[in-house]
Every structure is written in structure tokens, then in C-alpha cells.
């Protein structure tokens, strides 16, 4: 059994690991499972939760003893690192073998956490990740130059520590991405300037985001989901934005651009070798811990051939077949002793199957190009085929494991204090019903020790388990207590 533990600084630790898990991108419905698993190992399974992604209730006690603690969540994103050291402080957590004093403790060291690279390398590997993409997206030397030269400046960027400068930068990176792009495709065959965009603006697409609201509307957390869906939207539209205002300056044409003849191909396995850049470049950019490089490249590995072959039936089936691919995988590793926390290899897989699902393309033509409404929907189809592959290859996978649990429970309440007459009752009763009992208890006795001659005159048999039960006035054995 748990030692009792102080509830109020119960509360402020599931409040930190809440807001923790929400600054590693995690989903309420996972983030309120990981709470209650953290609650009951601490003696508390009656403590109840509302999570949402700005705001996180715990209500800890019954009756008059109800206390409730609420915190205003944070917008900030932790680092792979730091996603690394809260995932094991929750697994520590869940088992009870921490202080809470000693976990809140732990989570301000955790939010204080260095980087392991400097800004040099990290700007680096945004610059090796970007062109990673490009090789996958546009497999030509043209994109791949352009992709590693403005990933560099964003990640860069990126890297600044203002909040205001945060708050614009999707709309700064898209347009400075595409006034480059818009100019350099003017003088030089870049092949088509939309596509070559999509490399150097991969991290800023909200496809995390935008998946992660589409589960949480799957699993009725209307709420949450709405509010990060729309999210990603105003996302997209500010990026769309700064593409637009950098059309309107060098003044692209309403169509589209039709690829360069002259624009060299990479062979076929090049992709290949851009998945692994992809790797590369999110150990160094996210500062992620050096055994987690080798699990998030499989995962890669794995989803990028699961979408290529998605791809043969159709543009919009692609992403949930690279997701469905994905998700069992990233869970198995999450469990293993040696595995990684789900987020490092989910975020990612997202990062990667979202720029190359045909719809998020469409969506970047249709700002670019006029478009229309159909590459919105496109886009929207290839987000929600994204998620749906999640939500089944999650349901698969604890299926496979676990098998099919209860979805729909209610405790029954707690009975109330007896009636007095069954007090009065059970108190007159109690006398006759020990009397009986111990003379009972006497003669067994007895006869064992006439049979074995090996318990000592007077002393009381042993129970069931080995130990004698306990003798004193007032005290009684459970069956004496009934």
C-alpha cells in the first residue's frame, strides 16, 4: 500500500507533469490516462482530472475534504532532451518512486535544461533536415541547395529567444522563403517554386497539430480538439500569408509553375539517403539524446516506405498508410526497456508524412497559385487520412497487447454509515458469536495437538498462512468481527 503522501503537493506535481506533457506535445486523452496511472500509484485513485491545452484542473480528497488546484498551461515546447528526461520522470512517477516534492523538484531542472548542442550545431541540423525533405519532396540538386541554404537561416532563427518574434515568425519564414524561391525560380530552373517551399517551411506546418486535434475530435474531446485544429488553420493561414506577400511583390502569375526541364533528377534512391539526412538533422536541431537517433530513423524508415506504397493507391491514401504503418511501431518501441518516449519518434513521423501527402501541396498551390477550394479539401483529407491511420493502428496495437477493455464503467458509491439498530444489533451479538467461536477454535486445538504432540498446552492454533492470530482482550479475528 502507498504511504499517504501530502495531497496538496500531490496536486502541484500532477499539475507540473501535466503541463509538461503539454509542452511535449502530448494529447489530453493521453496526458489525463498518465495523471490517473500517477494518482492511484500514490494512493490516490480517486483524484480526478480536466485537461485541456491551456488549462489543467486536479481535484484530489472526497466529501468535505475535496480540494481542487488549477494552473494556467504554458505554450512552451520542450526539446527532444527535455521530453526524454519528463517521460522518465513519469515512468519513476507511476511507480511511486519518487517524493512529489522531489519530482516538482526535478521538473524545474527539467524546464532549466541546456540544450546537449549549440547554436551552431543545432542551426546546422535544421539545415541537414530541410534538405533531407527537399530530397524527398523535389529529389534535384537545385531544391536541395535552396532547402539547405534557407533551412539554415530559419533555424537560426528559430533559435532567437524572443517571444514576439516567435509570435510572426511562421509569417516571416514564409515570406522570406518564398521571395527567395519566387526570385531564384525567375533566373534559374528550380522546377516548380510551390513544391521547392515545402522543405524550408516543414517545421512551421502545423501537421502534429492539426493530426492531434483531428484524434482528440475522434475521441470526443470536442474541446481540446476544436481549439488545436483551429489552431493549426490560423497556422497555415499565417504562412499562407507570407507566401502570398511575397507573390504580390515579385509578382507571380495566378498559374502555377510547371517544372523546369532543365532541372536535373536525382536517381531513385535518393529519397532514401534525404530520410536519412531527416534523421540527422532532428538529433541535431531538437537536441535529442544520442540513443533515440536509431529508433526515430527506423520509425522513419518505415513510414516513408509505407506511404510510398500508399501512394500507388491514390495521393490521399498515402498519409494514412504511412500512419497506420507508423503508429504500432512507435508504441512497441515506447514499451520496450530500452525504447524511447512515443513523442520522439511520433513528432517526426508527423513532420515527415504531412509535407508529403499531395493534399498539404495542394493547399500550398492553392495560396500560391489560386488554386481553389479543392486543394483545401485535399489537404484536409490527407490530414484527417493521417489521423485516422493514428487512431487505428493505436487501436490495433492495444488490441494485440492487452485485448478489448472495458470502454464504459461506474463505481458504485461508497455505503453509507450503518443504521443504529444494526450497530446495537451487531454489538449484542458480537459476545455470543466470539464466545462460540473460541471455544470452537479450543477444540481444534486440541485435537491437533493430541494428533502431533508438537504445539505447546494452551498455545492458540496456527491460520492458514502460518501465523498465530492475534490474542488480547478486545481484539478479534475477522470472523469474529462478522
Do not use: C
Not at 481535484?59 to 527532444?80: H, I, K, V, Y
Not at 523538484?105 to 540544450?115: D, F, T, V
Not at 537536441?287 to 513510414?303: C, K
Amino acid at each position: 500500500m502507498a504511504e499517504p503522501v501530502d495531497r496538496a503537493v500531490l496536486r502541484r506535481f500532477l499539475l507540473g507533469l501535466a503541463e509538461g506533457m503539454n509542452a511535449a506535445r502530448a494529447s489530453v486523452e493521453q496526458t489525463r490516462e498518465t495523471m490517473g496511472r500517477v494518482a492511484r500509484a500514490y494512493g490516490e485513485g480517486g483524484t480526478d482530472f480536466v485537461v485541456l491545452p491551456t488549462l489543467i484542473l486536479v481535484q484530489t480528497g472526497d466529501g468535505d475534504e475535496r480540494r481542487l488546484s488549477m494552473r494556467s498551461a504554458t505554450t512552451a515546447n520542450f526539446r527532444f532532451d527535455q521530453v526524454d528526461a519528463l517521460y522518465r520522470l513519469i515512468a519513476s512517477a507511476e511507480r511511486g518512486g519518487i517524493d512529489p516534492a522531489a519530482g516538482i523538484r526535478r521538473l524545474n531542472e527539467i524546464g532549466a535544461m541546456r540544450p546537449h548542442f549549440g547554436w551552431v550545431l543545432r542551426t546546422l541540423g535544421h539545415a541537414i533536415l530541410t534538405a533531407g525533405l527537399a530530397l524527398m519532396l523535389v529529389p534535384s540538386w537545385q531544391s536541395l541547395a535552396i532547402a539547405a541554404v534557407l533551412g539554415g537561416l530559419l533555424g537560426a532563427l528559430k533559435l532567437v529567444r524572443s517571444q514576439a518574434l516567435q509570435l510572426v515568425l511562421p509569417v516571416v519564414a514564409a515570406f522570406v522563403s518564398a521571395l527567395a524561391v519566387f526570385l531564384i525560380a525567375l533566373h534559374f530552373p528550380v522546377g516548380d517554386p510551390i513544391r521547392v517551399l515545402i522543405a524550408p517551411l516543414a517545421t512551421f506546418l502545423p501537421g502534429a497539430l492539426l493530426t492531434t486535434g483531428t484524434m482528440e475530435l475522434a475521441e470526443k474531446q470536442m474541446v481540446a480538439g476544436a481549439s488545436r485544429l483551429m489552431m493549426g488553420l490560423v497556422q497555415l493561414a499565417l504562412l499562407a500569408f507570407g507566401i502570398i506577400a511575397a507573390g504580390t511583390i515579385v509578382g507571380v502569375a495566378d498559374d502555377s509553375y510547371e517544372p523546369a526541364k532543365g532541372a536535373a533528377q536525382l536517381p531513385w534512391w535518393v529519397p532514401v539517403i534525404g530520410v536519412v539526412l531527416y534523421a540527422v538533422g532532428t538529433y541535431l536541431h531538437h537536441s535529442a539524446p544520442a540513443r533515440t537517433f536509431g529508433w526515430v530513423l527506423l520509425v522513419l524508415l518505415v513510414a516513408y516506405a509505407a506511404q510510398t506504397l500508399g501512394s500507388l493507391a491514390g495521393a490521399a491514401v498515402s498519409g494514412f498508410v504511412g500512419a497506420l504503418a507508423m503508429t504500432p511501431l512507435v508504441l512497441w518501441i515506447s514499451g520496450l526497456p530500452r525504447g524511447v518516449p512515443s513523442q520522439l519518434t511520433f513528432l517526426p513521423g508527423f513532420s515527415l508524412l504531412v509535407p508529403g501527402s499531395a493534399g498539404v501541396i495542394g493547399l500550398t498551390s492553392a495560396v500560391g497559385a489560386a488554386g481553389g477550394l479543392g486543394d483545401f479539401a485535399a489537404a484536409m483529407v490527407s490530414v484527417m487520412s493521417i489521423a485516422l491511420g493514428v487512431l487505428i493502428g493505436t487501436a490495433l496495437f492495444r488490441v494485440a497487447r492487452t485485448g478489448a477493455e472495458e470502454l464504459f464503467h461506474i463505481d458504485m458509491p461508497a455505503e453509507g454509515p450503518p443504521h443504529p439498530w444494526q450497530r446495537l444489533a451487531t454489538a449484542f451479538s458480537r459476545p455470543f458469536l466470539g464466545r462460540r467461536r473460541r471455544r470452537r477454535l479450543r477444540l481444534i486445538g486440541n485435537s491437533q495437538q493430541g494428533r502431533s504432540g508438537s504445539a505447546p498446552s494452551g498455545a492458540p492454533p496456527a491460520d492458514s498462512e502460518g501465523a498465530a492470530p492475534a490474542a488480547g482482550p478486545g481484539i478479534h479475528s475477522p470472523e469474529d468481527a462478522r
